[in-house]
């Protein structure tokens, strides 16, 4: 399984990016996937998450209302559509992949190469 991510940059405070993440080397139908974000000096942090056989969603606490998390099928690829960016989402955002799991897993087997989100304020 190979991820891509892209459609990181620098924003202002306020403005929206969206991500993207063209997953392949796989069929998904039963696999959950999911975006993460690191902080400089900080731990990684679960951002989303999205079944991708029914497109059920489940979304971390802060980012619930301003991120959408998007599947499509047809082209292997998943979106997360950021809106009302904060300089605290400032981050490197990787997608992951984890075969077989729930929605709510915490274990990821697969991981993309990240690409980084800047916020100013």
């Known amino acids: 399984v190979q991820l891509q991510a892209s459609g990181g940059g620098l924003v202002q405070a306020g403005g929206s990016l969206r991500l993207s993440c063209i997953a392949s080397?796989?069929?998904?139908?039963?696999?959950?996937m999911g975006w993460f974000r690191q902080a400089p000096g900080k731990e990684r942090e679960f951002v989303a998450a999205?079944?991708?056989?029914?497109?059920?969603?489940y979304y971390a606490d802060f980012v619930k209302g301003r991120f959408t998390f998007t599947r499509d099928n047809a082209k292997n690829t998943m979106y997360l559509q950021m809106n009302s960016l904060k300089p605290e989402d400032t981050a490197v955002y990787y997608c992951?992949?984890?075969?077989?799991?729930?929605?709510?897993?915490?274990?990821?087997?697969?991981w993309g190469q990240g690409t980084q989100v800047t916020v100013s304020s």
């Open positions: 992951a992949a984890a075969r077989d799991r729930g929605i709510t897993t915490t274990l990821y087997d697969f």
């Open positions: 080397g796989h069929t998904f139908s039963s696999y959950t």
């Open positions: 999205i079944r991708w056989n029914n497109g059920n969603t």
